[in-house]
């Protein structure tokens, strides 16, 4: 019997030179994906000073969702 290891991989929203975007990493390389325009950047260490991580898009995605559920934003901030 053989067995298969998954590896898990994270994304996260990003901001390059003011430009939204997704962070990711592939086969060990690091890539920003504009998805208003398709463009994917590989990143590299010069970018450090322009680059903003903003967070895990998983963890904002299903905050957004559970927000929504709930009735608003407003609302659910402040009853937490």
Not at 17 to 45: C, M, Q
Not at 53 to 75: C, F, H, M, P, T
Request: charged content about 20%.
């Amino acid at each position: 019997m053989q067995t298969t290891t998954q590896t898990t991989s994270k994304t996260f929203y990003a901001t390059l030179y003011g430009t939204s975007g997704l962070l990711g990493k592939v086969n060990g390389t690091i890539y920003f994906f504009r998805p208003d325009d398709g463009a994917v950047i590989e990143y590299v260490p010069a970018m450090a000073t322009d680059m903003v991580v903003l967070g895990e898009a998983a963890v904002a995605d299903e905050q957004q969702i559970q927000d929504k559920v709930r009735g608003n934003y407003a609302k659910s901030a402040c009853s937490r």
